[in-house]
């Protein structure tokens, strides 16, 4: 096997580094998103939000120094998804409980 002379080898792509905040983002935007239901993981949704969105302009700056946009990205629309699920649970905790309070006196109303 002879070398040819006219050929040149390219180097793989390097991979670059992950962002610190957008597997941080990923992890906090899931867990917020699925765990809705329980109200106190949803309290992640912002956070998830806020890293996500953090991460993507630092990578986006820098595109050659950092990897992870997608993982930011998902992270941040998870963190999205549940801080709408999580104020949609307070918007029907509040009326639940103003329902209830008006079950308990119901002369408490307008016109008394």
């Not at 080898?9 to 809705?36: F, K, T």
């Not at 950092?66 to 941040?76: K, N, S, V």
């Amino acid at each position: 096997m002879r070398s040819d002379p006219q050929m040149t080898w390219i180097a793989p792509p390097a991979v670059l580094p992950l962002h610190p905040r957008a597997r941080a983002a990923l992890v906090l935007g899931i867990v917020s998103a699925l765990g809705a239901l329980f109200l106190l993981p949803a309290l992640l949704g912002p956070l998830g939000w806020y890293y996500g969105a953090v991460a993507r302009r630092d990578i986006e700056r820098e595109p050659t120094r950092w990897g992870g946009h997608r993982d930011a990205t998902i992270g941040m629309t998870c963190g999205i998804i549940g801080t709408a699920l999580l104020a949609l649970a307070l918007l029907v905790a509040a009326i639940a409980i103003g329902g209830y309070a008006l079950l308990l006196d119901p002369q408490s109303g307008y016109g008394s």
